[in-house]
Every structure is written in C-alpha cells, then in structure tokens.
C-alpha cells in the first residue's frame, strides 16, 4: 500500500517549501512552532542541493487581508488570526524566515487557506514547468502540508513528503487527550504514506535525486 518513487528527475520536480514564515519561526511568534527550528539545518542543506541540482524551488505563505475579508473560519479556529497578531498580508510576520528566504527567481504564492493549491495558481506554475513529482517540506504536517500532499496527488503530480523536513506542534486536549507534537507528526506521516504520498528523509530524497542523474549518464 501507498505511492512508491523510485526515480526523481530534477527537470521535471518542484520542492514546495511551505509556510516557513516569521509567525511560525520567529522566537516567542505568535504561532511559534519548535519542530521547525528543530529541522531548520536539514532544510538549508535540501534547498541547498535542490537549487544546485536544478529542482524548482516554490515558496508559499499563508496570509490575510488586514480587514479580514479573505479570513474564512480561521478567526474562529485561531484566536491570534482573529485578533490580527499574525499572518496579515504585508506584515512582517508573514515574509519568509530570513535563514531559509527564497531566491530572486523562486516564487512565493500566497494562499488563504491550507491548501497551496486553493485559490491560487500554483498549478499552472507547476504545469508550465512540466513538474511530475512535488517534495513538500515545512510547516505544519498536519495542516499546510498534508493538504498540499493531498490537492498534489488529486491533480496527478507525485508526492515525495520529507519527513524530518516537516513537523507541527502539540494539540491541547479536547477531550482525547494532549496529542504531542512528535505524536501528530508519526500519525499523519502513517497516513500519508499509505493514502497519498511517498514519505521520505532528506537524506533519500537526494539519493533518489542523484541516482536518477546518474541512470540518465548512463
């Protein structure tokens, strides 16, 4: 059961860094989450190698309007996005952490909802690249990022889902219990790989890329 990738062609695959913005980053933000620092070193390192390989490197971010008129259900579900303390379009908060900040020529589209996919056109990009397989890493596996993973493989691009290049943050209890971070991560990279995507370390996907170079210098 789940997606298999045995090969990854640099030409025709997109790494989508999701939501890696100041207000889940920054030290003391008001959605401050500590597995992101925790796998910072490993996504330097990814970008790294993809820009070098040539993979297409796409950023998202989630933002809002400042009169909250793209805001949805959010306001309700986040107190922080209902009180305008994070993730208002414009704003600090909402750029790329600067350690991991795109490059001149990689985009950033802006999203309103979890989905990269939702509202926006990051699909025609990925069409009018002739990207097969997208490689998500970011934040937060269970929300952005597994929602990502899922509109990726309902429009037919492969889904490689780093799982030490992703993480979250822990749940407080609504009535299962408190639902740690580390917990949250395991479970949905379960489910991912068995419904949706290939789930991977950094350290395979870019074996897999270098093998596939190598198959095709052969």
């Known amino acids: 059961m789940g997606l298999v990738i045995n090969q990854i062609d640099p030409k025709k695959t997109a790494l989508l860094v999701v939501d890696m913005q100041n207000d889940f980053m920054a030290s003391g933000a008001p959605l401050e989450t500590a597995m992101g620092q925790e796998f910072l070193p490993r996504l330097k390192e990814v970008l790294n190698f993809s820009r070098d390989k040539g993979i297409s490197v796409i950023y998202t971010a989630h933002v809002h309007r ?33 350690e991991v900040a795109p490059l001149e020529n990689e985009p950033v589209i802006k999203k309103h909802r979890y989905s990269a996919f939702f509202g926006t056109d990051l699909d025609i990009i990925l069409r009018n690249k002739g990207i097969e397989t997208v490689a998500i890493v970011g934040l937060t596996t269970e929300d952005c990022c597994f929602a990502a993973a899922r509109d990726a493989m309902y429009r037919g691009y492969k889904v490689a889902f780093l799982s030490d290049v992703t993480g979250t943050y822990d749940y407080a209890d609504i009535g299962f219990g408190v639902v740690p971070a580390a917990e949250v991560h395991r479970v949905c990279l379960t489910v991912l790989g068995g419904s949706t995507a290939h789930v991977m370390t950094a350290e395979e996907y870019m074996q897999k890329v270098k093998e596939t170079e190598k198959a095709e210098q052969a």
């Open 66 to 98: 400042e009169d909250g008129s793209d805001m949805g259900l959010y306001g309700e579900i986040y107190p922080p996005v209902a009180e305008r303390a994070c993730l208002i379009d414009e704003t600090p908060g909402t750029e790329i952490y600067p």
